[in-house]
């Protein structure tokens, strides 16, 4: 296979990933949910500290534990796992107000997502929890700080109820054009 065939591979997984609020009963394997963490651990991070932990949850009750914590996302119940990112801000640095905890811990997690949508597998980044009851639900120590969590599991159907109430009631997902959003050579 050519380069150019594998980046057209590539971007194709990129082009497909949506957020799935819509599961299918079907357990993901706790190989397969493992194998995520391990292609996110290779993600780039400030001076290579990578600050990320994660906590992989395939308990029933505690996933629907976890969807409590959220006031808009209880949908999460039914998920067949769910992944927290969690980050320590003490192993990154920070630049004129920007910590880069969030950003090195998203990279893992956008990598983590990616990967999950080359294998079939559906996942909604949440940002709405209460960080403070999940913590304690977790056990996460206090230093450490959630920065999102993402329902996984095989989607349900392609535009399944809860995906089209969710897209119509929070936001759509329709993108900004190219010419709204690019510059060349300045703003
Ligand atoms: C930082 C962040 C926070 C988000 N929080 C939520 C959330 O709490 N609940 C939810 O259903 N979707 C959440 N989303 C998903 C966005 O709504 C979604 O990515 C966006 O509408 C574009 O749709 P798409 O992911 O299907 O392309 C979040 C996404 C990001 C990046």
């Avoid at 914590?69 to 107000?97: F, Q, V, Y």
Wanted: glycine share 4%.
């Amino acid at each position: 296979m050519s380069v150019d065939e594998k980046r057209l591979d590539f971007d194709s997984v990129l082009l497909s990933r949506k957020s799935i609020r819509s599961f299918r009963a079907e357990p993901v394997s706790d190989k397969e949910l493992e194998s995520l963490v391990d292609i996110a651990r290779h993600a780039p991070s400030w001076m290579n500290k990578q600050c990320w932990h994660f906590i992989i949850v395939t308990d029933t009750l505690d996933i629907q534990d976890i969807s409590k914590t959220s006031l808009t996302n209880h949908w999460m119940k039914k998920a067949p796992a769910i992944i927290i990112l969690c980050a320590d801000p003490h192993l990154s640095g920070s630049r004129e107000g920007i910590d880069y905890y969030v950003v090195d811990a998203a990279i893992a997690m956008d990598h983590l997502i990616l990967s999950a949508t080359s294998k079939g597998l559906g996942t909604c980044w949440i940002g709405s929890f209460n960080e403070k009851k999940l913590k304690e639900l977790l056990g996460v120590p206090p230093r450490i700080r959630i920065i999102a969590l993402t329902p996984i599991g095989y989607p349900k159907e392609k535009n399944g109820l809860s995906n089209k109430v969710r897209s119509a009631i929070v936001r759509s997902t329709k993108r900004k054009s190219l010419s709204e959003i690019c510059h060349w050579n300045q703003w």
